[in-house]
């Protein structure tokens, strides 16, 4: 499944998806947690995005792999350890990633409703200060896995594109 598009190598077609999508999401995850009035309208581009990404990391992966069982000239066998370290670090990255991002937009959601509620006339829960404090922590960690997803999205395009044309 991995090895082959229409005769083709599957790598070089399905890492074009990675290329788009990681960089994207990080983006899109960071806007998220620092431009607060644009959350309504990115919540489910961030939710889609979190599956996609890391499925596009994993497809280039697993095609990267199936290429790597081919022959290679020996001169490139330190180049292509690189770049499957890389990658290999930008799938977790991305995994990471989503799974913070995924908790922050459903805290977010959360914390909507209970400004709603609040402004109905209900009384807001003291639990208020905690939930802020969780979405601090959180909105850290999105914004440190976006940085990490984007660093080893970089290398691994790098030390790509270097094996290809250099």
């Given at each position: 499944m991995f090895d082959e598009l229409n005769g083709l190598p599957a790598h070089p077609l399905l890492v074009h998806a990675a290329v788009v999508f990681v960089p994207l999401f990080a983006i899109l995850a960071i806007a998220f947690v620092v431009l607060p009035f644009l959350r309504s309208r990115l919540n489910w581009i961030v939710v889609t995005l979190a599956i996609v990404a890391p499925g596009a990391a994993f497809f280039a992966k697993e095609s990267g792999k199936k290429l790597r069982d081919k022959k290679f000239p020996a001169e490139l066998t330190d180049a292509v350890k690189a770049h499957q370290d890389h990658g290999e670090k930008l799938l977790w990255a991305v995994c990471?990633?989503?799974?913070?991002?995924?908790?922050?937009?459903?805290?977010?959601?959360?914390?909507?409703?209970?400004?709603?509620?609040?402004?109905?006339?209900?009384?807001?829960?003291?639990?208020?200060?905690?939930?802020?404090?969780?979405?601090?922590?959180?909105?850290?960690?999105?914004?440190?896995?976006?940085?990490l997803s984007l660093w080893y999205a970089y290398k691994t395009g790098d030390t790509g594109s270097r094996m290809v044309w250099g």
């Open positions: 990471g990633l989503a799974l913070v991002a995924l908790f922050f937009v459903a805290l977010d959601a959360a914390s909507r409703r209970v400004k709603a509620q609040a402004a109905e006339g209900a009384a807001e829960a003291p639990a208020a200060r905690g939930r802020l404090v969780i979405m601090i922590v959180f909105g850290v960690l999105v914004l440190v896995g976006a940085g």
